[in-house]
């Protein structure tokens, strides 16, 4: 692609009670029936473990919520690595792995009105078994879903968070990113950085 890699975003709602009109990525929280997902592949080694360390939800739960959010948000439905993946940390992936990799976890700060514990994943679009360009089965929580160029993603109204994943995704991207998967634990008084 001639403008690098993009990113699937899409708008939220001005009327929306959490994060008015930002640009998001798809997602949400988990729902009881993840957990029991029935995955084709399972999870890489390394995902696997990076979602489990400081955690109470079982990571096949996280990436099935993933899964499911993006599915009903976009209408896009991920299937297997798919062939010519270009991205750094998905070509050397075995064939039998999932191709969820798992890129970023925040906790939001205390004192605001909705907190989180989120996880971010990233996936190639070769490993959607859907139309990339085709969002008709996408609920309407989000609009103007579509496919940002990363190197113009930033210039978006979005949270700060979103933009700290893009600039993570960014590095995967270019083959710079640090060992672990970073995580902003605002769990306590102060925030914490790691790398899980």
């Not at 029936?33 to 990076?50: E, I, S, T």
């Not at 919520?65 to 798919?82: D, F, H, K, S, Y």
């Not at 976890?105 to 360009?133: E, M, N, Q």
Request: proline letters at 10%.
């Amino acid at each position: 692609m001639a403008q690098g890699p993009s990113v699937l975003m899409g708008q939220r709602g001005a009327k929306a009670a959490f994060m008015p009109s930002k640009y998001v990525f798809p997602g949400g929280a988990v729902d009881a029936g993840d957990a029991d997902v029935a995955f084709a592949r399972p999870l890489a080694d390394p995902v696997r473990a990076a979602l489990a360390r400081r955690a109470r939800t079982a990571p096949e739960a996280l990436a099935g919520a993933a899964l499911r959010e993006l599915a009903e948000e976009t209408g896009q439905v991920i299937a297997g690595p798919g062939p010519g993946c270009a991205w750094p940390g998905f070509a050397d992936r075995a064939p039998d792995a999932h191709p969820l990799r798992f890129v970023f976890r925040a906790i939001t700060p205390p004192g605001r009105p909705r907190r989180f514990d989120a996880r971010f994943f990233l996936a190639p679009a070769a490993a959607l078994a859907s139309d990339p360009d085709d969002f008709e089965a996408a609920e309407d929580e989000l609009s103007h879903l579509h496919w940002v160029p990363l190197a113009e993603a930033r210039s978006l109204d979005m949270p700060f968070i979103t933009e700290v994943v893009l600039a993570e995704v960014a590095a995967i991207a270019e083959g710079a990113e640090a060992a672990g998967v970073p995580f902003f634990d605002n769990s306590g008084e102060t925030s914490v950085f790691h790398r899980l």
